[in-house]
């Protein structure tokens, strides 16, 4: 420790003294609160704007538990866990799943943050003292942070159920909460998500790095609100109002499926639905003419805080194959990746016709071959399936999260985009609208326009039901969308887990019953509320 020098100490001494001859030193001021509570101007509502999009990427990229991204995969019908981190255990071996669970705990965190900073945002673009914006960059403002508490209270609502509505800014410890009815919560969300369509901008051109008001083209669009309105009313058993949102989403003329090679890969061996998820062509301005909403990820190196923490997704859905003597990591190998989860058997070997291309080696690999130079002996030979090599080592995967970067060849960091939401799913959605209003003959022709896409059989009217949907949901959009949540959003987590993925390497689905169609309110926020009473989910 370095000695302070004798000159200083009496200017020190001052700094001490001083203040505390005055009675005002001991007054109390709190010099930071949850957000902050006004702001003046567009450039103040910009940064906390953005601030939104940061915190939401946390969802994505979260790194202090690389098990994160399983827990909405593993104990569902698509996937088990293989080389676990911990995190996800309660949720395949759902008998440990109670209200202290860490996982429930942060989830319910992670969404009021996003509603209070959302709150704030509302009421300061709403506030008619603020004069130093027009009207329409203040309705534009306002429809961004509505959409993200829409998506969060969506989120609530699939989760937990009732939950507490939340409409003001908090800035001060509150310990009253009460659940409000779904219905109430429920009008919020549609509220929020039409006033968003109504005021956010349009999609700017394929291959344009921007929107239609010349904000970066990551930034929310009014598609996105339609999207998410499509899959909220769905939940909420409005299925002419899911189909309306869907219908205009792909009735834009703004967005097409992928049906020709493009990108940085078309002049190499692939396909087009291989091309949407390839480093560099996951991006609108890279030519993916089916993204709605792509979250848009910069290297750290070049750009400062170019996202938060660490994404995990290559690392929880490849295989760990680089554990094998003769295998090397390589970018037609995806890079480096350990095998959080391991595919169901259903997935891997009973999901897909063979033609299907979503089944394609460049979609869903289920061979590999010796690399490593160092090993000439095996180099060119195919890697034998043999012991429990199978589940986490050379398990079949898909490719989606394929990443290789030789400047971090141990894959500390993913530098992919995320892509949240494209037109695949709009299909998806709509058929399932049309199949709740009894109309499969329209359902079976919005399927095949999806499967027609990947080279699979048509299917007729009478093979439309909600396990073909979600069947057909699994091909499409395995390693993209969130499992867990769709199964609880369609109340078929229990029944599809069971009939599909019950056997496993590891005890797969303990103590599964139908209150896990509900996560547990989390024990803390209960205790924490003493002024009223913050019901629990039944069975927790």
Same mark, same amino acid.
């Given at each position: 420790?370095?000695?302070?020098?004798?000159?200083?100490?009496?200017?020190?001494?001052?700094?001490?003294?001083?203040?505390?001859?005055?009675?005002?030193?001991?007054? /109390?001021?709190?010099?930071?609160?949850?957000?902050?509570?006004?702001?003046?101007?567009?450039?103040?509502?910009?940064?906390?704007?953005?601030?939104?999009?940061?915190?939401?990427?946390?969802?994505?990229?979260?790194?202090?538990?690389?098990? =994160?991204?399983?827990? =909405?995969?593993?104990?569902?019908?698509?996937?088990?866990?293989?080389?676990?981190?911990?995190?996800?255990?309660?949720?395949?071996?759902?008998?440990?799943? *109670?209200? @202290?669970?860490? !996982?429930?705990? =942060?989830?319910?965190? =992670?969404?009021?943050?996003?509603?209070?900073?959302?709150?704030?945002? $509302?009421?300061?673009?709403?506030?008619? &003292?603020?004069?130093?914006?027009?009207?329409?960059?203040?309705?534009?403002?306002?429809?961004?942070?509505?959409?993200?508490?829409?998506?969060?209270?969506?989120?609530?609502?699939?989760?937990?159920?009732?939950?507490?509505?939340?409409? /003001?800014?908090?800035?001060?410890?509150?310990?009253?909460?009460?659940?409000?009815?779904?219905?109430? +919560?429920?009008?919020?969300?549609?509220?929020?998500?039409?006033?968003?369509?109504? *005021?956010?901008?349009?999609?700017?051109?394929?291959?344009?790095?921007?929107?239609?008001? #010349?904000?970066?083209?990551?930034?929310?669009?009014?598609?996105?609100?339609?999207?998410?309105?499509?899959?909220?009313?769905?939940?909420?058993?409005?299925?002419?109002?899911?189909?309306?949102?869907?219908?205009?989403?792909?009735?834009?003329?703004?967005? !097409?499926?992928?049906?020709?090679?493009?990108?940085?890969?078309? *002049?190499?061996?692939?396909?087009?639905?291989?091309?949407?998820?390839?480093?560099?062509?996951?991006?609108?301005?890279? !030519?993916?003419?089916?993204?709605?909403?792509?979250?848009?990820?910069?290297?750290?190196? &070049?750009?400062?805080?170019?996202?938060?923490?660490?994404?995990?997704?290559?690392?929880?859905?490849?295989?760990?194959?680089?554990?094998?003597?003769?295998?090397?990591?390589?970018?037609?190998? #995806? !890079?480096?990746?350990?095998?959080?989860?391991?595919? @169901?058997?259903? +997935? &891997?070997?009973?999901?897909?016709?063979?033609?299907?291309?979503?089944?394609?080696?460049?979609?869903?690999?289920?061979?590999?071959?010796?690399?490593?130079?160092?090993?000439?002996?095996?180099?060119?030979?195919?890697?034998?399936?043999?012991?429990?090599?199978?589940?986490?080592?050379? *398990?079949?995967?898909?490719?989606?999260?394929?990443?290789?970067?030789?400047?971090?060849?141990? #894959?500390?960091?993913?530098?992919?985009?995320?892509?949240?939401?494209?037109?695949?799913?709009?299909?998806?959605?709509?058929?399932?609208?049309?199949?709740?209003?009894?109309?499969?003959?329209?359902?079976? +022709?919005?399927?095949?326009?999806?499967?027609?896409? @990947?080279?699979?059989?048509?299917?007729?009217? &009478?093979?439309?039901?909600?396990?073909? $949907?979600?069947? /057909?949901?699994?091909?499409?959009?395995?390693?993209? /969308?969130?499992?867990?949540?769709?199964?609880?959003?369609?109340?078929?987590?229990?029944?599809?887990?069971?009939?599909?993925?019950?056997?496993?390497?590891?005890?797969?689905?303990? #103590?599964?019953?139908?209150?896990?169609?509900?996560?547990?309110?989390?024990?803390?926020?209960?205790?924490?509320?003493?002024?009223?009473?913050?019901?629990?989910?039944?069975?927790?």
């Amino acid at each position: 420790m370095k000695k302070i020098s004798n000159k200083f100490l009496p200017a020190l001494l001052l700094l001490f003294i001083l203040p505390a001859c005055k009675k005002s030193f001991l007054d /109390e001021t709190v010099y930071s609160s949850y957000a902050p509570q006004t702001l003046k101007d567009s450039l103040g509502l910009e940064a906390s704007l953005i601030g939104l999009y940061n915190h939401y990427s946390n969802f994505y990229t979260r790194s202090d538990r690389q098990g =994160w991204s399983s827990v =909405w995969q593993v104990g569902t019908d698509i996937a088990n866990a293989a080389q676990q981190e911990g995190i996800e255990v309660p949720y395949y071996n759902y008998s440990l799943l *109670n209200s @202290s669970d860490a !996982g429930a705990s =942060w989830m319910w965190t =992670w969404c009021y943050k996003m509603i209070n900073n959302a709150n704030i945002i $509302i009421k300061n673009a709403e506030d008619p &003292s603020l004069t130093a914006m027009s009207e329409a960059g203040k309705k534009a403002a306002s429809g961004e942070a509505k959409f993200f508490r829409a998506y969060a209270y969506n989120t609530l609502a699939t989760l937990y159920g009732k939950v507490p509505l939340v409409t /003001e800014p908090i800035s001060s410890p509150k310990t009253d909460f009460v659940r409000a009815p779904l219905d109430e +919560v429920n009008k919020l969300i549609e509220s929020d998500l039409l006033y968003a369509t109504a *005021n956010l901008p349009d999609v700017g051109n394929v291959s344009t790095k921007t929107n239609s008001m #010349g904000k970066p083209a990551g930034r929310a669009n009014k598609y996105m609100a339609m999207q998410l309105l499509a899959e909220a009313s769905l939940r909420m058993n409005k299925p002419v109002q899911a189909e309306q949102q869907a219908q205009a989403i792909i009735n834009s003329g703004k967005f !097409g499926l992928v049906n020709a090679r493009f990108g940085s890969k078309a *002049n190499q061996a692939g396909d087009p639905f291989a091309d949407m998820f390839i480093y560099g062509n996951q991006r609108r301005s890279q !030519g993916n003419k089916e993204v709605i909403w792509t979250f848009e990820l910069e290297p750290k190196a &070049s750009v400062p805080d170019g996202y938060t923490g660490n994404p995990q997704q290559r690392r929880v859905w490849g295989a760990a194959y680089y554990q094998i003597s003769g295998m090397k990591l390589s970018d037609s190998t #995806g !890079g480096r990746a350990v095998a959080r989860l391991r595919l @169901s058997d259903w +997935v &891997s070997y009973g999901l897909y016709e063979q033609n299907d291309i979503r089944n394609s080696h460049y979609n869903f690999r289920r061979q590999y071959w010796y690399n490593d130079p160092a090993k000439p002996d095996l180099l060119g030979k195919k890697v034998p399936y043999s012991g429990y090599d199978t589940i986490f080592r050379i *398990n079949p995967h898909t490719t989606k999260w394929y990443q290789f970067d030789p400047k971090d060849e141990f #894959g500390y960091d993913m530098i992919k985009d995320i892509i949240i939401m494209r037109l695949g799913e709009t299909y998806l959605l709509l058929a399932e609208a049309q199949f709740m209003q009894g109309k499969t003959a329209e359902a079976a +022709v919005t399927l095949n326009t999806l499967r027609s896409r @990947s080279n699979a059989s048509p299917i007729t009217a &009478s093979q439309v039901n909600l396990d073909f $949907i979600l069947d /057909e949901r699994a091909r499409e959009l395995v390693g993209e /969308e969130n499992r867990r949540m769709t199964l609880m959003r369609t109340k078929t987590l229990v029944t599809r887990a069971k009939r599909l993925n019950a056997t496993s390497p590891i005890n797969q689905m303990s #103590g599964l019953e139908d209150k896990h169609l509900l996560l547990p309110i989390p024990l803390s926020e209960i205790n924490l509320n003493k002024d009223a009473v913050l019901e629990q989910n039944p069975g927790y």
